[in-house]
């Protein structure tokens, strides 16, 4: 029942509702707030019995994970809230909101039937504002007796003793999760321990059976170090292979690998570990860390609160990763994620940094990267006939090694088949045949032929003034990411444009295609080795989301998918300040005019709906004018659909006329890619015009009409990528339209619309040249005046 509750809407508001109260408390007095807690406290237990349904977690503790993806299995969890996550940025109080989302993330984990042990920070600043609190009420009680007047401005507040704080706020600071926890069903103890704890074996036990007890009652223990006895640690006591605890990071480490935990996740206010510290130049976030990379590390200062730093950190995960324990440290402060940290980490997420004892044995996504980008600079500066010698040999390699692609393809299909996890359109998307080859081979070719005068050329020249002259060339974008579902086909017409237009290529392909995209990079690779750019295109065949991909602003200029109108949705939103070309529906129309020739219809319709109907570019919705309803023409498209078996649905106006009409369609905005289609009836061209711009994709719209002025309209009006007059939708295509292959198309109005070509992977850059020129040249007073004169553009010679 807990689990419904928890799932349901009502489980979100808990933040506000717990925060409204806690800061409705923020001008009383400490004692009335421990009050208003314990009040609070029993109010929540009123429901705090509620049976709940958990989720079986079985993991025998071993060695820590390899992979961020296996941390969904992760059972025990141990938490580690940083002093700098807890308090304010004055210091002085705790970050209500923050800890809030915390508490909510870990009680949804500990709902799923994990065991979460949570290591906080946070009882000095608590108590650092009681006591100022109680110091300001006293000294202008004594003050306002002495004087007759309150003057607080006035006061000085003394320097408070860190063990006194900690005194008084660890009440105050267990209360407050009490309250937090007890919304969830969820009950919490604390414990508070020292370094001796863990140096006498009988505390040790005890300590040890008291946190096992408290699991298995389904208890969240709430460990801190008690701040206000607890004695400086023992000088290189980490030598004889314990860790000392010396801060909540060494303790957390050494209560997981006590308590053999699956992961230990620190939290702190940096993202995870830099290669050197945050913020300084150049300075990388590294995503995977190993046993012995601390030669690549620069460490900087410690948080501006807390004991422990970077490096101690560092130490405590290398210790508990030793020690069988998975670790990752990440930003518990950052406003966009800390509301999502803890359960994106243990989705198995690329947040922070994750410590692992695999190296994997090739390169990582962002050497990955980097390497596209090095790589693809270098293919820009080539000559364009040695980049065009590149596709010309990757087009012959497709043909001579036909025999090897076709036998990877033929295990990709066995293997899809097998499993049966892919619908009927896309097994034949991951087909590959001898006639698809040759078709890549031709493209290729065409690809090659056009590439001679792409990069470097001007567009533009201006003589701004006398021997100062501007040039607009087009340039390469930079990397792009190409990401691609069941259609291995797609790698080399990508891979050709890239090589064509100078840029860096990451290709992520799906791994129902995995044999068969290895052998098509492994010949690419092979054709960029003739000139010595063979990092330029990689393929990514490492374990991360596409999510995790879209993140890499950093490496990646434009991100272009190509594959389910689902999988395009999903980029676009993952895609964090990146941009996206595409389209995510591919939902096309045809109009049927009163004045369409009855031979066209026919073919025109059954080409675009059943030639591949699971292509982007295929029919999905007839329009047909309401005066053909009950004629000749309109029997022969009926008969036509049925004899090739599409399954027609009927549209609201078009069921209106019918006795017995076909299914009616769920949504005109349906993209069946598949034998299946909508007809619809409206009054005239403009009615047309209006349900294409209302339900439409913009992708690409037919009209069928001998009537040219009818046409003309229909072709100036629909605001689509792709507009035609009596031809196919299937025409909507890179091959097809002359530019020898496509990356995709695109549905956007800015930069590339429709099929996208070389020209679409082509941005540009402004060249100036001058000589000693200054702008105070050009000045009232100054010696020199603008002339703005267009100046003929140079002829390249692409022989």
Same mark, same amino acid.
């Given at each position: ?8 809407? @009502? ?14 408390? &923020? ?16 109010? @929540? ?10 989720v079986p977690l079985i993991r025998t503790h071993g060695k820590p994970f390899a992979h961020r993806s296996e941390l969904k299995h992760a059972k025990r969890i141990v938490v580690k ?6 308090? #304010?940025?004055?210091? %002085? ?13 870990? +009680? ?18 608590? $108590? ?9 009420? +006293? ?85 801190? =170090?008690?701040? &206000? ?32 935990? !699956?992961?230990?996740?620190?939290? @702190? ?47 405590? &995960?290398?210790? &508990? ?37 695999? /190296? ?35 087009? !012959? ?20 088949? $097998? *499993? ?12 590959? +045949? ?39 060339? =087009? ?32 290709? /992520? ?11 098509l990079h492994h010949l690419t690779q092979e054709a960029l080795s003739l000139h010595g750019v063979r990092d330029a295109v990689q393929l990514v065949n490492t374990r991360e989301d596409?999510?995790?991909? %879209? #993140?890499?602003? /950093? ?14 949705? !999903?980029?676009? *939103?993952?895609? /964090?300040?990146?941009?996206?070309? $595409?389209?995510?529906?591919?939902? %096309? ?97 403009q009615d047309a015009i209006d349900h294409i711009h209302k339900y439409g994709s913009s992708h690409t719209d037919v009209i069928v009409t001998e009537n040219e002025k009818t046409a ?9 990528? %792709? ?9 909507? !295509? ?66």
């Amino acid at each position: 029942m807990l689990s419904h509750i928890v799932s349901s809407s @009502s489980f979100r508001p808990f933040s506000h509702r717990v925060l409204s109260w806690i800061r409705s408390t &923020a001008g009383s007095r400490p004692n009335c707030l421990m009050q208003r807690l314990a009040f609070r406290l029993n109010f @929540s237990r009123s429901w705090s019995n509620i049976p709940f349904i958990t989720v079986p977690l079985i993991r025998t503790h071993g060695k820590p994970f390899a992979h961020r993806s296996e941390l969904k299995h992760a059972k025990r969890i141990v938490v580690k809230l940083g002093s700098a996550v807890v308090t #304010r940025g004055d210091e %002085c109080g705790l970050a209500l909101g923050r800890l809030a989302s915390i508490v909510e993330q870990v +009680s949804v984990l500990q709902n799923q039937g994990r065991e979460m042990i949570l290591v906080t920070s946070g009882a000095v600043a608590f $108590g650092k504002q009681r006591l100022r609190h109680e110091i300001l009420l +006293s000294q202008s009680v004594r003050q306002a007796l002495h004087s007759g007047q309150n003057q607080l401005s006035e006061m000085a507040i003394p320097v408070l003793e860190a063990r006194a704080c900690a005194a008084a706020g660890q009440s105050g600071l267990m209360a407050l999760y009490e309250a937090m926890f007890t919304q969830y069903s969820i009950c919490a103890a604390q414990i508070l321990v020292t370094n001796l704890d863990f140096h006498d074996e009988q505390k040790r036990r005890n300590l040890n059976g008291t946190l096992h007890e408290l699991l298995r009652m389904n208890i969240v223990p709430i460990v801190n =170090t008690n701040d &206000a006895v607890v004695p400086p640690a023992e000088p290189n006591s980490d030598l004889q292979g314990v860790i000392s605890v010396k801060d909540n990071d060494s303790l957390a480490a050494r209560l997981a690998v006590e308590m053999k935990t !699956d992961l230990l996740i620190l939290l @702190s206010d940096v993202e995870g570990l830099f290669d050197r510290p945050p913020g300084s130049d150049d300075s990388k976030l590294i995503d995977i860390f190993y046993p012995g990379d601390q030669q690549s590390v620069t460490f900087g200062t410690k948080s501006r609160v807390g004991l422990g730093g970077m490096e101690a950190k560092v130490k405590a &995960a290398l210790w &508990a990763l030793q020690g069988g324990t998975s670790v990752v440290i990440a930003n518990g402060t950052h406003p966009k994620v800390s509301g999502h940290v803890i359960t994106d980490i243990v989705e198995g997420k690329k947040v922070g940094t994750f410590f692992s004892e695999v /190296k994997p044995a090739g390169p990582t996504v962002e050497q990955q990267g980097e390497m596209a980008r090095s790589g693809g600079r270098t293919l820009a500066t080539l000559m364009p006939e040695q980049r065009a010698e590149i596709i010309y040999r990757l087009a !012959d390699l497709l043909t001579d090694q036909r025999e090897e692609i076709l036998l990877a393809n033929k295990k990709d299909m066995e293997e899809a088949e $097998g *499993k049966g996890r892919l619908a009927s359109p896309l097994l034949k998307r991951l087909s590959l +045949s001898t006639s698809k080859l040759n078709s890549l081979a031709i493209g290729l070719r065409q690809i090659a032929a056009s590439s001679q005068d792409s990069v470097g050329r001007v567009l533009r020249r201006t003589r701004i003034a006398k021997d100062l002259e501007l040039e607009q060339v =087009t340039v390469p974008i930079g990397v792009l990411l190409v990401i691609f579902e069941s259609r291995p086909d797609c790698l080399p017409q990508v891979a050709a444009l890239a090589i064509a237009s100078g840029n860096g290529l990451l290709l /992520k392909g799906g791994k129902e295609a995995a044999h068969s995209n290895r052998i098509l990079h492994h010949l690419t690779q092979e054709a960029l080795s003739l000139h010595g750019v063979r990092d330029a295109v990689q393929l990514v065949n490492t374990r991360e989301d596409v999510e995790d991909l %879209c #993140r890499l602003d /950093k490496l990646i200029d434009l991100i272009i998918p190509r594959g389910s109108s689902q999988l395009v949705r !999903d980029i676009q *939103k993952a895609a /964090k300040g990146v941009p996206v070309m $595409g389209h995510s529906e591919g939902i %096309c129309h045809m109009y049927v005019d009163t004045e369409a020739s009855v031979d066209k219809v026919t073919r025109l319709v059954r080409d675009s709906k059943c030639e591949y109907p699971a292509a982007c570019n295929a029919l999905e919705t007839l329009l047909i004018h309401r005066d053909l309803l009950r004629t000749p023409l309109f029997d022969q498209i009926i008969d036509m659909l049925r004899v090739e078996q599409v399954k027609i649905h009927a549209g609201p106006k078009f069921a209106s006329y019918l006795t017995f009409s076909p299914s009616e369609v769920k949504s005109l905005r349906t993209e069946y890619g598949d034998l299946e289609c909508c007809i619809e009836v409206v009054d005239n061209v403009q009615d047309a015009i209006d349900h294409i711009h209302k339900y439409g994709s913009s992708h690409t719209d037919v009209i069928v009409t001998e009537n040219e002025k009818t046409a003309e309209f229909f072709l100036q009006h629909v605001d689509s990528a %792709c507009v035609f007059w009596n031809a196919s939708t299937r025409f909507s !295509d890179g091959y097809r339209f002359g530019l020898g292959a496509e990356v995709g198309i695109s549905t956007s109005r800015i930069h590339a619309r429709g099929p996208v070509g070389l020209e679409g992977l082509l941005t540009t850059k402004w060249l100036l040249r001058g000589r000693d020129h200054v702008v105070s040249d050009f000045s009232e007073n100054g010696t020199l005046k603008y002339l703005h004169e267009n100046l003929p553009i140079p002829q390249r010679n692409t022989n």
